[in-house]
């Protein structure tokens, strides 16, 4: 954090803020020019709210030079975090694909979806069984009963699964049963509950917000990391743009910004990005070559009469054939699935 005085603030005065800025814990590197003072703090200034010396008579402005963020930053972890899902790599060349059905209908329906989409390659299967509906009135899941078919067909199968958590109140349930613990686009930013995922034994994939940035985003993995969990992966799911004809506008860019601020995975999900199933094929692939560690795949054996998310459902043959042009993809960028 660099500090601006303003043109000829007194020696006093400098002094003043000098020693403002060493009570947080920090040393001072001062500058004093013929026209103005600049003070840089050296130390982490990670937990020092800048507004403190904005509102200073004598301050003309701070600039920031470091990222709010610590345990997600690149900076401090220079090597790819890999994250373990049950025994399923995540990151540093290993790919996750996570693919399954919006939401769990029946025991049935998921096991053929499961086992479709092992024989194609995913290694983690995704269902919701608590699900954040924007109208009251739709399918709201079938909860607890949701996550029990989802248990069974993992023995089945074979696969770790993946699942929306929405309320703490089944914080104790999920760390038991759920492998990897999803936390939807619209709880990003629900920080009680991103504390109480840094006090659970489970990796989090943690989904962009609706509109949040990419600072907003990597702070509320920070929230899960810095409350002591540091295994998150964090999935683009679009974002909210101008444009109506998708459902959001998926943002490639946030895979190569993310590789850079973070140590993180980065997994795509280009079912919710964009709303239609055509639109998964293309965005996958281009997800892949540009640096994704992973996937998240909507796939339902019956999407014309799915509970949830049809539109954006891929059948399993459409998976199928998707999955080898993935793996093409993911070997010319040097990632194994
Ligand atoms: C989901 O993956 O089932 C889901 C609801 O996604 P999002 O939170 O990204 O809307
Ligand atoms: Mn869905």
Redesign the pocket.
């Known amino acids: 954090m660099i500090i601006v005085l303003k043109p000829r603030t007194t020696e006093e005065n400098i002094i003043r803020v000098e020693n403002m800025i060493k009570r947080h814990g920090l040393d001072t590197h001062t500058v004093r020019g013929a026209e103005m003072t600049i003070i840089g703090c050296i130390g982490d200034t990670t937990s020092v709210d800048s507004k403190l010396f904005e509102v200073d008579t004598c301050v003309d402005k701070v600039m920031h030079v470091q990222e709010p963020y610590k345990l997600a930053n690149r900076a401090f972890h220079p090597e790819d975090s890999v994250i373990d899902v049950s025994g399923v790599k995540i990151g540093g060349g290993h790919m996750g694909v996570i693919a399954g059905p ?1 939401s769990v209908e029946s025991f049935d329906q998921v096991l053929e979806i499961a086992k479709a989409a092992k024989a194609s390659g995913a290694n983690l299967l995704r269902g ?1 069984a608590f699900k ?1 509906r924007t109208s009251p009135y739709s399918f709201q899941g079938l909860g607890l009963e949701g996550l029990d078919i989802l248990c069974k067909v993992r023995e089945e199968v074979g696969l770790p699964i993946v699942t ?1 958590l929405m309320s703490p109140d089944y914080l104790d349930v999920f760390e038991e049963k759920v492998d990897l613990i ?1 936390i ?3 709880n990003m930013q629900n920080f009680d509950l991103l504390k109480q995922l840094g006090k659970v034994k489970r990796p989090i994939l943690l ?1 962009r917000g609706l509109n949040a940035t990419y600072e907003e985003w990597i702070m509320s993995a920070e929230y899960i990391m810095a409350s002591g969990n540091e295994n998150v992966i964090l999935c683009e ?1 679009g974002i909210r743009t101008f444009e109506t004809f998708t459902r959001n506008t998926l943002d490639l860019q946030s895979i190569p910004v993310l590789n850079n601020k973070t140590h993180l995975p980065v997994v795509i ?1 280009p079912s ?1 990005a964009g709303g239609k199933w055509w639109l998964v094929e293309p965005m996958a692939k281009a997800a892949v070559a540009a640096g994704a560690d992973g996937l998240m795949i909507e796939v339902h054996n019956n999407p014309e009469c799915a509970l949830c998310d049809g539109a954006q459902s891929l059948k399993p043959e459409k998976f199928d054939a998707l999955l080898k042009q993935i793996r093409q993809i993911a070997e010319v960028v040097g990632k194994q699935i």
């Open positions: 919006c919701g954040p929306e999803q939807g686009a619209r989904k799911r999900d919710h």
